[in-house]
C-alpha cells in the first residue's frame, strides 16, 4: 500500500508560481510512474502531467506545457509539481498519484493510489 499525501496548495495571484509536494509512505514508489491530476467543482479529473519512474519521460496537458514542470526525488520518495505563470482557470484541487507502470499515463483509470488533494486558487 502507498499513502499520498500532497502540500504546497494555496492562494495566489495570476502570474504568480506555486510549487506542489506529493510525499509518499508506505512502499515506495521508485518503480512507478507518477502523476498530477486537478478538479475543479462540477467537472471530471484531469490529467496535469506525469513522469515515468526514473524521471526520464515526462507528458503534460497542452494547457499547462510550458507553465509547470513535474520532477521527482526517488531517494526522498517525493514528486513534485512546479507551477509557474498560474491561470485563474489552474484553479482546481490537484492531487498526486502512483500508477502500477512505469511509464507517464494520462488517464486517472491506470493510477491505483491517490492523495487527499490540495487546494490551488488563483485569482485575478
Known amino acids: 500500500q502507498v499513502q499520498l499525501v500532497e502540500s504546497g496548495g494555496g492562494l495566489v495571484q495570476a502570474g504568480g508560481s506555486l510549487r506542489l509536494s506529493c510525499a509518499a509512505s508506505?512502499?515506495?514508489?521508485?518503480?512507478?510512474?507518477m502523476g498530477w491530476f486537478r478538479q475543479a467543482p462540477g467537472k471530471e479529473r484531469d490529467f496535469v502531467a506525469s513522469?515515468?519512474?526514473?524521471?526520464?519521460?515526462?507528458l503534460y496537458a497542452d494547457s499547462v506545457k510550458g507553465r509547470f514542470t513535474i520532477s521527482r526525488d526517488n531517494a526522498e520518495n517525493t514528486v513534485y509539481l512546479q507551477m509557474n505563470s498560474l491561470k485563474p482557470e489552474d484553479t482546481a484541487v490537484y492531487y498526486c498519484?502512483?500508477?502500477?507502470?512505469?511509464?507517464?499515463?494520462?488517464?486517472?483509470?491506470?493510477?491505483?493510489?491517490w492523495g487527499q488533494g490540495t487546494q490551488v486558487t488563483v485569482s485575478s
Open positions: 498519484a502512483t500508477g502500477a507502470g512505469r511509464i507517464p499515463i494520462t488517464t486517472p483509470r491506470w493510477y491505483d493510489y
Open positions: 513522469i515515468s519512474w526514473d524521471g526520464g519521460s515526462t
Open positions: 508506505g512502499r515506495t514508489v521508485s518503480s512507478r510512474a
